[in-house]
C-alpha cells in the first residue's frame, strides 16, 4: 500500500530566507507523481509542484524547487526568497496507477516578517 | 472557466439525516474524486470516476455512495449521517490518470 510520511508538522521561516519541508513515501509502483499542494486558509488546493518518477532532474518552478531521492523514496520542497503568501498548510502526495492518490497528515508553514 | 465547484459551502446535519454534496466541473475532465479531510490530516480518498456511467471506491467510501450520469456532474450521496462524518470535503477532477487534479472549494460538514 501507498504511504505518504511528513515528519515536520509545523515549521517557520523568517521572510526572504530558504526553508526545505521534508516528505517520504513508499511503493511498490515503478510508475508514480509525486506533488507538492498548498492549502492556504480559504481551503482552496493549490498545486506547487509534480515530478515524474521516471524523470532524474529534479522539478522547478520559480522559487520552489523539490529534491527527489528516488532510491531513498524522499520528496522534499524548497521555498527560496520566502514570502508572506507562502504561509500555509503544505502537502505531499503520491500517486501511482491505481487512482488512489494519497496525501500526507501536512505541514504547517510560517513566515515571520 | 469556473474550474470545479462544489455546493453547499457549508452544512450541518442531524445524525440520521441524509444530503446529497454536488460537484461540477467544466473542463471537459473524465477523472473526478471525492476526498475528505479530517482536522489537522490530509485528504482522503472516498470516491472516484474515470468517466459517465464508471464509479469506484476509494480508500473510505463506507457511507457514502456517488453517481456519474454525465462528464461535468459527480454528486456525493451522505445516508445516514453520522458524527464521524463531520469533516471538509472536496472534489476534484482530472484529465488523466497522470495529471493534475484540479480542486474544488471544500464543503465543510458538521454531523451534530
Known amino acids: 500500500a501507498q504511504t505518504v510520511t511528513q515528519s515536520q508538522p509545523e515549521m517557520s521561516v523568517q521572510e526572504a530566507e530558504t526553508v526545505t519541508l521534508s516528505c517520504t513515501y513508499d511503493?511498490?509502483?515503478?510508475?508514480?507523481?509525486l506533488f507538492w499542494y498548498k492549502q492556504p486558509p480559504s481551503r482552496q488546493m493549490i498545486l506547487v509542484i509534480r515530478q515524474e518518477a521516471y524523470k532524474q532532474q529534479n522539478a522547478t518552478e520559480n522559487r520552489f524547487s523539490v529534491n527527489f531521492q528516488k532510491a531513498a523514496k524522499s520528496f522534499s520542497l524548497k521555498i527560496s526568497d520566502s514570502q508572506l503568501g507562502d504561509a500555509a498548510m503544505y502537502f505531499c502526495a503520491l500517486k501511482d496507477n491505481n487512482n488512489d492518490m494519497r496525501f500526507g497528515a501536512g505541514t504547517r508553514l510560517t513566515v515571520k516578517p | 472557466n469556473a474550474g470545479v465547484t462544489q455546493t453547499p459551502k457549508f452544512r450541518i446535519l442531524k445524525i440520521g439525516q441524509s444530503m446529497t454534496l454536488q460537484c461540477t466541473q467544466d473542463m471537459n475532465h473524465n477523472y473526478m474524486y471525492w476526498y475528505r479531510q479530517d482536522p489537522g490530516m490530509g485528504l482522503k480518498l472516498i470516491y472516484y470516476?474515470?468517466?459517465?456511467?464508471?464509479?469506484d471506491k476509494g480508500e473510505v467510501p463506507n457511507g457514502y455512495n456517488v453517481s456519474r450520469s454525465t462528464t461535468e456532474d459527480f454528486p456525493l450521496r451522505l445516508e445516514l449521517a453520522a458524527p464521524s462524518q463531520t469533516s471538509v470535503y472536496f472534489c476534484a477532477s482530472g484529465p488523466g490518470v497522470w495529471g493534475e487534479q484540479f480542486f474544488g472549494p471544500g464543503t465543510r460538514l458538521t454531523v451534530l
Open positions: 470516476s474515470v468517466g459517465a456511467g464508471i464509479t
Open positions: 511503493t511498490s509502483e515503478s510508475d508514480y507523481y
